[in-house]
C-alpha cells in the first residue's frame, strides 16, 4: 500500500550520485548556460539595435530567442546549484511554478515556430502581398497569441497535474519537475483532469505541427517552378533549418510531456529532456541567426560603434558584401 503521508517537497535524482560527478555535471551544464544566455541575448540585442534587421523573419527571431533564455532558464540553474551544492531537495511549490512556466513556454515556443513557417509561406508564394500580409500590426498580433495562448496552456497543464494528491515516493527521476514522474507518485483514482490537459496538449502540437507541414507543401511546390538552381538553394537555405529546428523540438517535447508514464524510469527520458531543454537553446542561434549575412554584417556594425578606434578593421569591402547581401535577400524574398 502506499504511503499515506502527504508530500511538501521532492528529491531530484540528476544524472549521479557521485558528489564529484554531480561537481562536474554542475559546471558542464553552468558553461553550456551561460553559451546559451550569451548568444541568444547578442541576437535579441543586435536585431534590437539594428534598423537593416527591422523585418518579420528577424521580429520572429527575436521572440523565440527570448522564450529560448526563458525556456533554457527555468530547469538549468535550478539543477545547477543542486549538483554544486548536493542538495537536490525542490518544494512542491517550485515543482509546480517549473511546470508552468516549462510548459508555457514550450507552447509558446511550437507557436512561435508555427508564426514562422506562415511568414516563409508568405515570403516564398504571395511575395506581392509580404508586406500587407505581414504587417507590424499582424506579427505583433501572432507573437502575442503565441505567448498568451502557452500561458493558458501552462496554467491548465499545471492546475490538472496538481489537483492530484502526491503520496508514496518523494523521488523524480529527472533533473527537473516532469508530469509523467509525477503521475508515478499520484495517489488519486481519477486521472481525468490531467487526461483533457495531455489531450489539449495534443492537440496543440498537431495542429501547430499540421499547420507547418501545409506551409512547406506550400513553399516546397513554388520553390520547384524557380528557374534557377541558384535561386531554389537560396529558398531551401531559409527553410530547411527552420523545418529542423521545428521537428526537433516538437519531437523531443512530445516525448517528455506527452509520453505515458512508465514504472521504472531509464537513461533515455533523462537524455531527452536535456535534447529538449538545452539543444534548441543552443542550436537556434547558430542556425537560425549567426550564420546569416545580414546579422553578420550587424555583428560587425556593432562591433565598429563600440569600438570607433578600431574601425579602420572594418573596410569599405566590408560593408559592399553587408549590402549585397542584405539586397539580394530583400529582392528575393520581397522584405
Known sequence: MANGTRITRFILMGFSDIPELQTVCGVFFLVMYLA?????????????????????????????SLLDVCLVSIPIPKFIMNSLTHNNYISIQGCAFQILLMTSFSAGEILVLTAMSYDRYVATCCPLHYEAFMSSGNCVLMVGVSWTTGVLFGAIYTAGTFSMPFCGSVVIPQFFCDVPSLLRISCSESLMIIYISLGIGMCLCMSCFICVMISYIYIISTVLKIPTT???????????????????????????????????????????????TVLPPALNPVIYSLRNNDVKCSLRRLQQNLSPKDSHYLTAQHFCQCYSASQVTSKFFNF
Open 36 to 64: 546559451v544566455i550569451m548568444s541568444n541575448f547578442l541576437i535579441v540585442t543586435l536585431i534590437t539595435l539594428d534598423v537593416k534587421l527591422q523585418t518579420p523573419m528577424y521580429f520572429f527571431l527575436k521572440n523565440l
Open 230 to 276: 541558384k535561386g531554389q538553394s537560396k529558398a531551401f537555405a531559409t527553410c530547411i533549418p527552420h523545418l529542423t529546428v521545428f521537428s526537433v523540438f516538437i519531437a523531443t517535447a512530445c516525448f517528455v510531456y506527452l509520453k505515458p508514464p512508465s514504472d521504472v524510469p531509464s537513461i533515455t527520458d533523462q537524455l531527452f529532456s536535456v535534447l529538449y
